[in-house]
């Protein structure tokens, strides 16, 4: 996507050459197409050019999802800036286009791999600028891929080839990226300073979760804590005004709630009048009815419905919320963030369930009619497991015959081949379109994709190249498969940017730059010659 805001290299070219005119004799080394070239390789100046124009992107997009929901969008998490930019020109080599495709930021991630503190958990303990340096990295990274694909079309330009076009129409590696502020990391000053950073470095949507930000905890782990609905709308509006002041105006909030398995509030709010939204939070806590005789010394008490009762509260001074009032809790939640700012829900459930995210959703929607939400298909879920048993209990529900089946272990290799793996897999398959259209999810995200690769695949080359295998493991695994599908970084010295450095140095120093290209560049060896057609017939029979 191009937006009318971005300049052309037609029309850089024009302005340069008109500077050339007006200064003269000091330009006369300065080439206006070398200018236009550059500028047009480096389309966005800074990191509010990219936010203003990926919140454009989402926005339409999320117009187009309220009226047809099976155009929703994707993405995947990303630690470094490389990993995304491979990740963009994959998409971008595969399908064509990067549209619907974004990026995600995971708090956990950063919290587990890019923390000066080392490894951490994902508990809020990470640096807080390590999030939007990693922004600020990503959009380096996919502004570089840009960059690359875009000289190689300048060349073929200049050796003649009809591609002004593609150059005039090129399509960016940038995309929108999701962001993770956590839980605001302190109180709503402290997430308003946080969310200028974190759009100052790009990001056009920032997540959000109802959490205490001191006692964060990952939202697949026990012992969350919720804050009252007034703290959490505070740091709504405080990220809000953040994207006012800078001017991103469309500006996307993805409210999280995590109270589906969180038990637990640190504050009990004061409620001034029956039915408001802190009365309707105290309705939730769990409570025991005592009389002033009752009472200890230094309790807290709640009068409701007439009666004093007695929040049970733990040792630690969190109270406790009443069993199975979870999923009122998160349709509460969900209500009140979109009608205090939000624009997209996410909600953090035990398992992918459609028909469980699509019974929250409908509560939802009966109140805001185009609630839709982000929607974390975590890697904390056994997927296998999880779709497993609900095949069963599908089977079950049908009356079909289970008897080859035990539930509690279907995770078995032995029920690999099965029918009911089968019908799991396939359900697996449409999982995200099913939700889009049945449970209202505009967005699917995968949080912690690229770590778990990165393990597998160093588990894989580690096993056979310090084994029998030695040299051939990475050559026949790694590099063999890089070139025969077109990985881009099969030549890493060109994606690190060494061809477009030797352009600029031509365009600095023209006849005197010292180059990396030439016949003695190895990367040479990648070039592909021309197939000989008729030989791999002769081999081949």
Known sequence: MKTSAQSTYTTVLEKVQQLKKQYGNSWDQIQPEYAARMSV?????TGLDIAKYTATIMRKDMAEYD????????SLGCWHGFVAQQKMIAVKKHHQTTQKRYLYLSGWMVAALRSEFGPLPDQSMHEKTAVPALIEEIYDFLKQADAVELNDLFKRLENGEDVIDKIENFESHVVPIIADVDAGFGNEEATYLLAKKMIQAGACAIQ???QVSDAKQCGHQDG???VPHEDFVAKLQAIRYAFLELGVDQ???VARTDSEGAGLTQKLPVSQQPGDLASQYLSFVDTEEVTLDEANNDDVLLKRDGKLVRPIRLANGLYKFKDGTNIDRVVLDCITSLQNGADLLWIETPTPNVKQIAHMVQRVREVVPNAKLVYNNS????WTLNFRQQAYDQMLANGENITLYNRDYLMDERYDNTELAEIADQNIKTFQRDAALQAGIFHHLITLPTYHTTALHMNDLAQDYFGSQGMLAYVENVQRQEI???VSCVKHQRMAGSDLGDDHKTFFAGDKALKASGEKNTSNQFESPQVDVEVIKMVTG
Do not use: A, D, L
């Open 41 to 45: 390789q480096n389309r966005f100046k």
């Open 208 to 210: 959000i979760e109802n």
């Open 251 to 253: 500006g996307v909030i």
């Open 67 to 74: 009226e047809n929901p099976e155009k929703y969008t994707q």
């Open 379 to 382: 890697p904390s879920f056994n």
């Open 484 to 486: 025969r599908k077109g």
């Open 224 to 226: 969350k804590v919720t």
